[in-house]
């Protein structure tokens, strides 16, 4: 990826202003770079997510359910401990919350 004059001065500058002895590892720096300049993070779901989950104009109530399901599902999985039984739903995905209980 090509970079440009202007995405320079802006990292230069950005560097510059960091307040003075904030950064005292190579993985300090990192860590502040990406929380700076990454763009394309994806939000982190959350349980109160699915509350926000609408029906789009135009959507089918199939295709809504589908898309709703999906979502829980995912959830779902996320707050897991068991690793193995985790690992089998990666696997294998269930199409429903009753597939997944049982």
């Given amino acids: 990826r090509k970079t440009t004059v202007k995405t320079h001065i802006i990292t230069v500058q950005w560097f ?3 307040p003075s002895r904030t ?3 190579f993985n300090d720096l990192a ?3 990406v ?3 990454s763009t394309n993070k994806a939000k982190k779901l959350e349980v109160a ?3 926000d989950i609408k029906q789009m104009k ?3 109530l199939k295709k809504y359910l589908v898309r709703f399901h999906g979502t829980m599902v995912q959830e779902f999985q996320k707050g897991l401990c068991v690793v193995q039984f ?3 739903l990666a696997l294998r995905r269930p199409a429903s919350m009753e597939e997944a209980r049982a």
């Fill in 31 to 33: 860590t502040c770079f």
């Fill in 86 to 88: 985790n690992d089998s």
């Fill in 58 to 60: 135009g959507e089918t």
């Fill in 35 to 37: 929380s700076q300049f």
């Fill in 23 to 25: 950064i005292h590892t």
């Fill in 16 to 18: 510059s202003d960091l």
């Fill in 49 to 51: 997510d699915l509350f």
